[in-house]
Nanobody, 115 residues
Framework: QVQLVESGGGLVQPGGSLRLSCEVS????????MGWYRQPHGKQRELVAT???????DYADSVKGRFAISRDNAKNTVYLQMNSLKPEDTALYYC?????????WGQGTRVTVSS
């Protein structure tokens, strides 16, 4: 079965950094586009960043210059480096894998930015 397992979330002070990881199994990882989404409490899920199978990246305006998405195909893992964190970054962060009509979600990892 397909599994996406996020890790690396936690509590961090404003201005701090975290690195999220998403380990993927059950698919040909290198063929999939990957993305990070987040859902603040009581709000809709939103796109944060994407990295295509070919390596191209894109970011939501709210995180440009602060976050960086990357992938290691040898480890079947996608990362989200988050710097200069703000309280408004607080959310449940989800990993997503897509390939054509196929798409899969992770279970989420919680990020809380607070002093």
């Amino acid at each position: 079965q397909v599994q996406l397992v996020e890790s690396g979330g936690g509590l961090v002070q404003p201005g701090g950094s975290l690195r999220l990881s998403c380990e993927v199994s059950g698919i040909h990882f290198s063929a999939y586009d990957m993305g990070w989404y987040r859902q603040p409490h009581g709000k809709q899920r939103e796109l944060v960043a994407t990295i295509a199978a070919g390596g191209s990246t894109d970011y939501a305006d709210s995180v440009k210059g602060r976050f960086a998405i990357s992938r290691d195909n040898a480890k079947n893992t996608v990362y989200l480096q988050m710097n200069s964190l703000k309280p408004e970054d607080t959310a449940l962060y989800y990993c997503r894998a897509t390939w054509g009509v196929y798409g899969y979600w992770g279970q989420g990892t919680r990020v809380t930015v607070s002093s």
